[in-house]
């Protein structure tokens, strides 16, 4: 089995709690697993198994003050760096951590053979996105393989 794991940042967390607890098992198991953030690793918080690959897209930010189309340039760069990654890797599947992770992990994955699976990781209404991120959210959501949320309500 080959995994990518998609999350913002491996900062600190219980989402990236989950996400260290769950790619250390696996590849305890002897499967493949890469974890790519938009951030660098030098502030990560929860150590890796040694056989799981780390990849630092380093295009976290970038956005501030500059408006809509900053903001999908930004988001489209993004997009395009986690494709070449699927393309490079050639996962069984992608799992994106979080709503912003996995709405660039569905538009990364569109036309390319690899299951993505969304994980949503808060109860939206509890913790509301963007308007921006909802929309996106609302429209990707559907071409995931599988969303996989905490709670049958969420």
């Given amino acids: 089995m080959k995994i990518v794991v998609f999350i913002y940042s491996m900062h600190g967390g219980g989402a990236e709690r989950v ?28 150590p890796f198994h040694p056989r799981v690959k780390r990849i630092e897209l380093g295009l976290a930010g970038g956005v501030e003050g500059g408006g ?18 699927l393309r490079e ?29 969304a994980s949503e990781h808060t109860h939206p209404p509890r913790a509301p996105l963007t308007p921006f991120w909802e929309r996106l959210r609302l429209l990707t959501y559907r071409f995931a393989d599988k969303v996989v949320a905490l709670t049958d309500e969420t």
């Fill in 19 to 46: 996400t260290a607890n769950l790619a250390n098992e696996w590849a305890a198991l002897g499967w493949e697993v890469t974890v790519v953030t938009l951030t660098a690793g030098e502030g990560d918080v929860y």
């Fill in 89 to 117: 890797t050639k996962p069984t599947v992608a799992l994106g951590v979080m709503a912003t992770a996995n709405v660039l992990a569905v538009l990364a994955g569109i036309g390319l053979p690899y299951k993505i699976i």
């Fill in 68 to 85: 809509m189309l900053r903001t999908v340039m930004a988001n489209l760069k993004r997009v395009l760096a986690f494709r070449k990654v």
